[in-house]
């Protein structure tokens, strides 16, 4: 049925994106009505498979060979995903057409933009590593297309390649995760082993994680740190994070569906998927868990200054993704996805809200808009539903999930006191959170008018822009509560049905729960008292920043204290964390291209093309030829034994 | 009475072999029009094709095969000749190279000279290739990649106007005599140290010999086959041949005679490799006792494939120009097969084989694509190429099917052949695993270097279509259809491209034959 969905997706070239629109709509209301048969049975794996090809095996390890299958598998899990990508996929889908009207090379928009839905499909259903990672490549070339949209803009072109060679990295320790995986498992586990029944992994059922199997070798801890390298890549997290604020240049639906449903999900997805099928080893988690909090942290205060109000979402994202990783670092894989379902509809509402500004005004820059709630009543309200589930104030979506995923990591720190600065950070960021979104808020849409007078007046958009910010609004208000519904526990429950899981919800601790919504409400106040009705809060201008700290001052005395953590502590702190950003990761990224390129400019130079050289070369070869046969061979064989 | 039985096993090679005299004898007779010279070289090749399939065992047609099924895969030390299904499968492999290279050459310009030298000295080159697919002797060996080796000299330099052809064909020359002496000077070592030249005794007797002698004999034999192969550092020679020969010779070479050499690797090579793995003696040249070369052999042909791999792909990154981008390539291909020697199993020689066929494809088809669109005068470099894939969508496709086949993308045979090899590798344990991983890091580096090509293609803004062939004299005749590309190169173009699918969806098609062929190579030794 699926592959009968993305089938007819794949078909799809014709002109109209009307038509994508309804077959993304058709997607979706399949994905859903499974991932409700899901519910409604919790615990019923539906996997249908055809053996791709067989390899031959050889006497001795692998006497059968093995096998590559193409499946679907239906499971919680991925009925899960399927709602979130088919759910989300049809609202971007619809508000394309109000927000891209404009835009030429539509059919290649659609084309391309269904094609990476389908692929986000295809890999939420695949039942193998392989299918996985082959949906996985694609994923990622779609992703390419689109944030190179506009490629005759520079930038853009760049921000493209940016995202695909960084991506690449991880893709690369992906697979190679894949093959270390495979040499440990490929005869033991189920059915002889993935050396027979072709990397299946069927959710619910596998043995993968007892520790009899898993062991805790050096091997499956690197495998284990490979696969997170390949997540990283895609879901952005540090170090691999710095594609994801360039991908801004694409267009901002484009932007939405990377950042809700598609691309960052798949990473995090993969883990989950390797948490809960292959298991990781206790030094593997402790890597997750400081990865995902650190992350956590360090994307929010760069989210704390920056200007453009796409960029400032797109920190947010590497930001709550790292929440998604820690939750599933720290074991708690249906955690970490309970988030990831919240975080599509909130986060997805955030970018298309953004959207409709910049499709009104024309610019990303915060400190031009201000005084848009009056005109654009809608995106004003949309947006901040969207800021309140992000800040995770109750009931909004996001304070459900990311509850849930402190107070389940709080739930591991006397296991494991090493979690303890990673779960800090965590906490330290649902501030930073709050107030980063609402200063975009208060920026945007506070005051009484647009700071810039050159930019046209405001309006709302189409209806087709509208009706989905109310969707997601809806969804941004109500996902969370969605726990409270049975079939949804049952979702969460099924996929947490694996022996060792732990369920997805009702860990949540009520002390806990009151200490991060204080955070987060204060966070927005002082979001408020800076930037509210249109302010603009500034270090260097002294005529604004001065009458401010002296309010400061005289109503909390604690102006010192602010002024060190909340200026310069986290500024001082941005400012590293952009340095670092800036110069020693792209630094690194640009070094491995220039040795690259200066090796090969000398291996280059040595083709002179004269037959004379070349002797010198076949004397060298030759030279080298006889030192390892007669020295090198020899020596390998008696330290280490013939093969 | 003539005994004439021994025809029979042998006709594919002589219907070459008359093909070969035909174009030559016409040629004398004053016959030298390009369709009747390439019309015999083709159909020739045509024939040995179908009548190796049928020998192999293809149920449709294995009523006319022409070796008696018992003289197949007999085990034990035979004479100068073996027939084995892994050695009908590259016979197949060969011929398949030389039927693309001769379908496309028909749409060569038809005031050219030379046409009917051209298809006998393919079609004399071919008889050497499938003699050495054959081969049970060193020497028998040697000769018959002596004989592929002096026809593509002259192949390369058939034109005998163009300079450049000159240059490469002199240096080709060069080298391959200085290969040629290395070998015959390696296998008298071997000859020295086991008093035979039969490569399945030779292996039998794996534990027999004077260490030294034999690792030196088998030095000298890696560098001389290692230039057939182009392995680093032998390799040099390749890109500026390649480069420097006429396009369609250059897609022989890459997809054809360059197959032979890895086919020669396997037979010399793989004897003491498999032999050591079933008697499990010494493997220390210096100890007392019986010695094994085995695994020797393995760590120096593990070396060389990486370094061939790396080398090659560093060097590919840079290259401004096609033909030089797609011979460097090459080279680092060649590192991946190897991989396959290396391991010495059966999946492994199977993984190799698919892997060989695929180059076949990809890279021969390649050089067929490059040499026509040179035809509707678009220039060496890649970025010449710009915008191609929207003003000639077809071309454009199928050039991109072979790129992302060589990169290894899903869904095509590349992936399918890499995904083989390397596993197989990594089912052998041991540091082989390691092989696989620097496979795998290079085909991720390679990515880069085909990608580039794609986005050229299909992406930057086209320049102003040339106009050199006018359009309206360019539908006019058979050989200037498709735009000036000639229904021959197009249709073997094709062919490439869905073949390249095709194997890619459902790999069993090949993988079958070629996994029990292996297993039977393996069972009965080279």
């Known amino acids: ?643 | 009475m003539i005994d004439t039985s021994f025809v029979g096993p042998f006709l594919p090679e002589i219907v070459l072999l008359a093909a070969t005299l035909l174009v030559f004898l016409l040629d004398v007779l004053g016959v030298r029009r390009l369709e009747i010279a390439g019309a015999i070289g083709v159909v020739g090749v045509g024939v040995a094709f179908f009548l190796v399939a049928a020998d192999l065992g293809f149920s449709p047609i294995a009523g006319f095969a022409t070796i008696p099924s018992g003289q197949i895969n007999v085990g034990g030390p035979t004479g100068l000749y073996a027939f084995t299904s892994l050695g009908l499968v590259f016979q197949l492999i060969f011929l398949t190279a030389a039927f693309l290279v001769g379908l496309a050459s028909l749409s060569r310009p038809t005031g050219e000279r030379g046409a009917s030298i051209f298809y006998g000295l393919l079609t004399l080159a071919t008889l050497g290739m499938l003699l050495v697919a054959i081969a049970a002797d060193l020497i028998f060996l040697l000769l018959a990649i002596e004989l592929t080796s002096i026809s593509t000299y002259l192949l390369v330099a058939y034109t005998r106007k163009d300079g450049r052809s000159l240059e490469a064909a002199m240096k080709f020359y060069i080298v391959g005599a200085l290969s040629t002496t290395l070998s015959f000077f390696g296998a008298s070592l071997l000859f020295g140290a086991y008093g035979t030249t039969n490569l399945r005794a030779i292996a039998g007797m794996g534990s027999a010999g004077v260490p030294t002698l034999v690792l030196l004999g088998y030095g000298f034999l890696i560098a001389g086959l290692a230039f057939k192969v182009t392995l680093v550092p032998f390799h040099a020679w390749a890109v500026d041949v390649y480069d420097g020969a006429p396009t369609d010779v250059s897609a022989f070479l890459a997809g054809g005679t360059k197959k032979i050499g890895l086919f020669a690797f396997f037979l010399v090579f793989l004897g003491p490799i498999l032999a050591v793995k079933a008697s499990g003696a010494s493997t220390l040249p210096f100890g007392t006792g019986p010695f094994n070369v085995g695994p020797v052999l393995q760590i120096a042909l593990a070396a060389a494939a990486v370094l061939t791999m790396t080398v090659g792909n560093v060097l590919a990154l840079l290259q401004k120009e096609m033909k030089r981008m797609l011979a460097y390539s090459s080279i680092s291909q060649a590192g991946y097969m190897l991989i396959g020697v290396t391991v010495g199993t059966a999946p492994a020689i199977a993984g190799a084989t698919l892997q060989i066929f695929a180059h076949v494809l990809m890279k021969g088809g390649a050089f067929l694509v490059v040499a026509a669109v040179a035809g509707v005068g678009v220039g060496p470099l890649i970025t010449d190429w710009r915008g191609l894939g929207t003003r000639r969508p077809l071309l454009g496709v199928a050039f991109g099917l072979m790129l992302l086949s060589l990169a290894g993308v899903p869904l095509t045979i590349g992936f399918v052949s890499k995904f083989v090899l390397f596993s197989s590798a990594v089912e052998a344990q041991g540091w082989f695993v390691w092989l696989a991983v620097a496979g795998l890091l290079n085909s991720a580096l390679s990515v880069f270097y085909y990608a580039r090509v794609l986005k050229v293609m299909f992406f930057d803004v086209a320049d102003p279509m040339p106009t050199t062939v006018p359009l309206a004299a360019a539908a006019s005749s058979a050989r200037l259809a498709f735009g000036g590309i000639g229904v021959g190169r197009a249709a073997a173009i094709a062919l490439v491209a869905v073949v390249i699918v095709a194997v890619g969806i459902y790999p069993q098609l090949l993988l079958g034959p070629i996994q029990s062929a292996a297993q039977h190579f393996v069972n009965v030794g080279p």
Request: net charge neutral; charged share 10%.
């Open chain 1, 1 to 643: 049925m699926i592959i009968g969905v993305t089938g007819t997706r794949l078909r799809r070239f014709e002109y109209g994106g009307w038509i994508a629109v309804a077959l993304s709509g058709a997607a979706m209301v399949v994905g859903v009505l499974i991932a409700f048969g899901e519910a409604m049975s919790p615990g019923n794996y539906t996997n249908v498979q055809i053996t791709w090809f067989h390899v031959a095996g050889a006497p001795g390890t692998f006497p059968n060979g093995f096998t590559l299958v193409m499946g679907t598998l239906v499971d919680p899990i991925s009925s899960l995903m399927l709602v979130v990508v088919t759910v989300v996929g049809f609202v971007v889908m619809l508000y394309s057409i109000g927000y891209m009207h404009h835009d030429k090379g539509l059919p290649r928009y659609y084309a391309e933009l269904s094609l990476f839905l389908a692929a986000m499909n295809g890999l939420v259903i695949s039942n193998n590593l392989i299918e996985f990672f082959l949906f996985w490549e694609l994923v990622g070339l779609c992703s390419y297309f689109l944030i190179g949209f506009y490629y005759e803009k520079p930038s853009a072109a760049s921000a493209a390649k940016e995202a695909f060679l960084v991506t690449r990295i991880g893709d690369i320790m992906f697979l190679l995760g894949i093959f270390l995986y495979f040499s440990h498992y490929a005869t033991a586990g189920p059915n002889g082993g993935w050396a027979a029944n072709g990397f299946v992994f069927v959710h619910g059922t596998t043995p993968f994680l007892a520790p009899s199997i898993r062991g805790s070798s050096t091997l499956i801890t690197v495998a284990g740190i490979m696969i997170l390298g390949g997540a990283a890549g895609k879901s952005a997290q540090f170090p691999l994070h710095v594609w994801l604020p360039d991908a801004m240049e694409g267009p901002t639906t484009v932007s939405a569906l990377i950042h809700a449903a598609t691309m960052v999900a798949a990473g995090v997805y993969l883990l989950a998927v390797a948490s809960l099928f292959l298991g990781f080893t206790s030094f593997d988690s402790l890597v997750i868990v400081a990865i995902g909090g650190f992350t956590a942290f360090f994307a929010a205060t760069m989210a704390v200054v920056h200007p453009d109000i796409k960029r400032v979402i797109a920190y947010s994202t590497i930001s709550q993704l790292g929440y998604m990783v820690l939750a599933i670092g720290a074991g708690f894989a249906m955690v970490g996805l309970y988030h990831l379902f919240t975080h599509a509809f909130f986060k997805a509402l955030l970018f298309l809200a953004a959207g409709s500004v910049i499709h009104a005004l024309g610019t990303q820059d915060l400190f031009k808009m201000g005084g848009l709630k009056k005109p654009m009543k809608l995106t004003a309200a949309a947006f901040a539903i969207g800021g309140l589930a992000l800040a995770g104030i109750p009931p909004f979506a996001g304070f459900w999930s990311k509850d849930d995923v402190l107070s389940s990591v709080y739930s591991q720190l006397g296991a494991h006191p090493a979690y303890w600065p990673f779960f800090v950070m965590a906490f330290a960021a649902v501030f930073l959170t709050a107030y980063y979104i609402f200063r975009a808020w208060f920026l945007a849409f506070s005051g009484d008018r647009i700071r810039d007078p050159t930019l046209p007046a405001a309006h709302e958009g189409p209806w087709v822009m509208q009706v989905p910010l109310v969707i997601l609004s809806a969804f941004a208000v109500g996902a969370g509560l969605f726990v409270f519904l049975p079939g949804f526990q049952g979702l969460l429950l099924g996929g947490a049905g694996v022996a060792g899981i732990p369920p997805a919800y009702g860990t949540a601790d009520v002390f806990l729960s009151a200490v991060s919504v204080l955070l987060a409400a204060g966070g927005i106040g002082l979001a408020a008292l800076l930037w509210g009705n249109g302010r603009v809060f500034s270090l260097a201008d002294s005529s604004v920043a001065q009458p401010l700290r002296r309010l400061l001052l005289h109503r909390y005395y604690f102006k010192v204290g602010y002024d060190w953590i909340g200026a310069k502590g986290v500024y001082t702190v941005s400012r590293a964390a952009d340095f670092f950003d800036r110069y020693v990761i792209d630094g690194t990224v640009h070094g491995l291209e220039r040795m690259f390129g200066a090796m090969s400019d000398r291996l280059r130079r040595m083709q002179s093309g004269l037959v004379s050289d070349y002797a010198a070369y076949i004397v060298a070869g030759l030279l080298g030829l006889f030192a390892i046969l007669l020295v090198v061979a020899p020596f390998l064989i008696a330290r280490f034994g013939g093969s």
